[in-house]
């Protein structure tokens, strides 16, 4: 059945990791920078975010999520739209791509006169 509209029928812990656990996991030295992290967590994308410390600040030019899905309800979550936009706000991003699917996508401030980034420029289709 589909459990995002009710009350799950059970619960179960799963082992978790942290973003910045990710990120650092990834060579600095071979890869300076991450190009494009996209997360779908039903509503817990700051949660997930905050979990990567300065990483995020520091090495990713590109982020996008789907916060239309949870504006509409569909997942009971931890914020809300405003508040991812004002979390990337705070760690130095802007939103550059707002879809009619929901997605957003945002751009590091720091990676905007990168010499490569309009070889990686997401903010078209």
């Known amino acids: 059945g589909n459990l995002s509209s009710g009350s799950p029928r ?6 978790t990791i942290h973003l910045k656990d990710i ?8 890869f300076p920078y991450i190009e494009h992290i996209k997360t779908d967590t039903q509503g817990n ?19 996008s999520a789907e916060p ?11 914020h809300n739209g405003d508040m991812l936009k004002e979390f990337m706000k705070e760690s130095g991003f802007e939103l550059i791509k707002q879809d009619s699917h929901a997605q957003w ?3 590091n ?10 070889e990686m420029d997401y903010s078209c289709g």
């Open 109 to 118: 401030s720091r990676f905007k006169n990168h010499p490569k980034l309009s």
């Open 23 to 30: 990120l650092d996991a990834i060579p600095e030295d071979r």
């Open 45 to 63: 994308d700051v949660k997930v975010l905050k979990s990567a410390g300065d990483s995020l600040k520091k090495r990713v030019v590109y982020y």
């Open 68 to 78: 239309g899905e949870y504006e509409k309800n569909q997942y009971k979550t931890s």
């Open 105 to 107: 996508t945002f751009l």
């Open 10 to 15: 059970f619960t179960k812990k799963v082992p």
